[in-house]
């Protein structure tokens, strides 16, 4: 079953936070996350286990909430190249099958 | 050292003809994958290739057969092409963690 993401697009300027949610009605291995550039592929940006452990990347962050079956991205002091349609993929079984979100499109504005 | 290519980047044909994209992994990956991107650009996994362990999800047509040569490759062949195959191709190759590594894509138009 597809993860819901949250919110479904945001616009920002630089310099500003944003937070975007994906959370899933069934037990996760894993959540992935990814962006994608318009007319580009996506692109890796971190992968979190479940154990609750954040990582980070740059200015862009992530949690696990394996209770709750939910992770959150952070992106902070966001710049222009953050824009584009970020990605949460979620892993629940041994098949390493993702089954991805609908997206979230960030727009950052100078 | 391009990680992971397709080809062709763009294609275009006629409905009911019978087309392949083609892909190639140099990352000694295991596992390779395709996904389809529609127009609202959701992202849907059909196919994944392990140690010729084949798993498709099962809402994708028998008209669609991936091809695997050898661990490197995984090409994706679609018989009787419809108007609802229009849509981005992606294929993808995943490390020791399961992340993906996307190639550029092949954006199929069937007329």
């Known amino acids: 079953q597809q993860p819901v993401q949250s919110p479904q697009a945001v616009i920002l300027r630089e310099g500003e936070d944003a937070v975007i949610n994906c959370s899933s009605s069934?037990?996760?291995?894993?959540v992935h996350w990814y962006r994608q550039k318009h007319g580009e592929a996506p692109v890796f940006l971190m992968i979190?286990?479940?154990?609750?452990e954040q990582k980070g990347h740059e200015k862009i962050s992530a949690s696990f909430n394996e209770k709750k079956q939910q992770s959150s991205l952070y992106l902070t002091a966001s710049q222009l190249s953050y824009s584009g349609t970020y990605f949460c993929g979620t892993e629940g079984g041994s098949a390493r099958q993702l089954t991805f979100g609908s997206g979230t499109q960030l727009t950052v504005l100078p | 050292d391009t990680a992971v290519s397709q080809t062709p980047k763009y294609l275009v044909t006629q409905m009911g003809n019978d087309k392949s994209i083609k892909c190639e992994q140099n990352?000694?990956?295991?596992?390779m994958y395709w996904y389809k991107q529609d127009s609202k650009k959701f992202l849907k996994i059909m196919f994944s290739?392990?140690?010729?362990?084949?798993?498709i999800n099962e809402t994708v047509p028998n008209r669609f057969s991936p091809k695997s040569p050898d661990k490197a490759h995984l090409n994706l062949h679609i018989n009787s092409l419809e108007l609802g195959d229009s849509a981005v191709y992606f294929c993808a190759s995943s490390g020791g963690l399961g992340e993906q590594f996307f190639g550029p894509g092949t954006r199929l138009t069937v007329l």
């Open positions: 990352l000694g990956h295991d596992t």
């Open positions: 979190l286990l479940k154990g609750g």
């Open positions: 069934k037990a996760l291995y894993s």
């Open positions: 290739y392990n140690n010729k362990e084949l798993i």
